[in-house]
């Protein structure tokens, strides 16, 4: 290997060290050892006890549901974006972003004002006699508005980057367009699906300030996991909210886990072709 | 180069007019209800009881702090992070050593992580009940339901954003002109000043806006670590939210159009900067999982 002539090693990499240590390990390391000082059976009856299963319930059931929907909504709207020309395309690209430049708890009060009974559209969706302010439908809303870039982001640059000559070549040889879709461009596009399904869904289960809002924050039925902690810690029981808080660190460790797997699933992909 | 071969080949897959006019109108629908429509009814809100109201909101003074406190918390950590994230790309993209693949996922951690996890972690570190909290309280230093905290917290919520920016870029960039400068004698410092900053200095400004726009709107995390004393503090997003619950929803959304306009021009610079070439280079290698991808 060639001698690396660069200066700048110590400096660099110590601040990098220090910095990471001091803001990012060090709390959470204290927050595991705080949970982990509780003792197995203690922690279990606390992670375990109906209402915080009740919030896992629900926090996970809507961001599946929210997931689910960004993944068609997102998918149609990369395929829009870049497959199409029509006036105010470049606005609508910028405006995929609002939902991660929006400040959360703006969007949980603007998500809340448009959807309650007295709102634009909850008015209309309570003459169908659809309640979504203060249901599980409205954490559900609020986390399809926060999660919905992720989709639409990681799917773009690989549409941009489809090979035209794939569905020539699939045209000529008869293929309607669904088929062509079906079999030659959804695959294509499935490593970045998958990454932008798995961002989305670790974003909806962590978000809180777009949600709270919009939640109604009934225990048992609208308590999402995240507020159960901020409960827990303005009722002083902190062992509790380190235990139920480790769940969360320890879920979101498993959803980087996935998608890592899934990027180099992707990778070695690539390496074989 | 499709308008090259008009007419010859057969449209491409989802052309067709009918199918298409549908698709760019329900995906037209869908984004003025879901984006749009939460942008516009901040502002038919914040000015619902008119101009006055909204001006005393804005003029009154647990806003003026709020406002004050969330540009003070911007002013400590965006810098920081900066700071950081090109200590971390130079380190990360210049040398080669063990554990570095490690260091970048570390690097990344705060994104997955939930903001309230954050907050309560931090308070564990810096609480009554964590780690440095009794040392700290017996000198009087109080970092937790304060200023500190609330600067701490929003720097682990933000810490990956100028790195994530800078280290694809550098990467792609190579040590070449780098080593050439060193090797004609030019210092590290000079060496990265006008070798190295000119050529990500886009990308450096795209990672501080999206930086600056998420600490001024970070809720979650900070609400775990601030106390919420009005007043004292309060950043602008705990004050919307302290204003909703006391049922002046105007005043929350006089004060959430505040944001609402960073957010805007958050964007508005974003595309600038995209145009500059800044948001291109992305370490996510699913792009690279094209094979239709080799041309450049």
Redesign the interface.
Known sequence: ?KR??????P???G???F??GL??????A??V??AASLGPEDYWRIVSSARALASYRVTVLSALGATLFNLF?GL??A??LM??R?P?R?I?D??????????????G???T??FATN???GSILDDFGIKVAYTPLGIMIAM??TS?PFIVR?VQ??LE????????AA?SLGGS?WE??RKV?LP?LA??LL?GLSLSF?RC?????AII?IAGNQPMSTEIT??L??IR?EEYD?AA??AI?SV??LT??A??AVT?WM?AR??R??AR? | MSTVVKGRKPPRVGDQPLFRRALIGIVLVLVALIILAPLVIIGVEAFAKGWAVYRDTIVHPDTRHAIMLTVLAALIAVPVNTAFGIAAAWAITKFDFRGKRFLLVVIEIPFSVSPIVAGVAYLFVYGLQGIFGPVLDAYGIKILFAIPGIILASMFVTAPFVARELIPLMQAQGRDLEEAATSLGASGWRTFLSVTLPNVKWALLYGVVLCNARVMGEFGAVSVVSGNIRGQTNTLPLHIELLYHDYQATGAFASASILALIAVFTIIAKVALERQGAGRVRSDPLAAANPAEKAS
């Open positions: 290997m690396n002539v660069l200066p700048g090693l400096l660099s990499l601040v990098t060290l910095y990471v803001i990012v390990v060090l709390p959470l204290a927050l050892f705080k909504f149609a709207l395929w829009v497959r199409y029509f105010g470049r609508v910028a405006m995929v972003d609002l939902p991660f430049a929006l400040p959360t708890a703006v969007a009060i603007s998500l004002a448009l709102g634009w559209f399809c508005f919905l990681t640059p690989v980057d489809l090979d035209p000559a794939l569905e020539e045209q367009d062509i879709f461009i294509l490593p970045a990454a670790a289960l962590g978000e809180f300030g809002f995240a507020l902690i901020f810690l902190y909210a380190a808080a969360l660190l979101a460790f959803m980087l890592n990027q992707a990778l992909y690539t072709n």
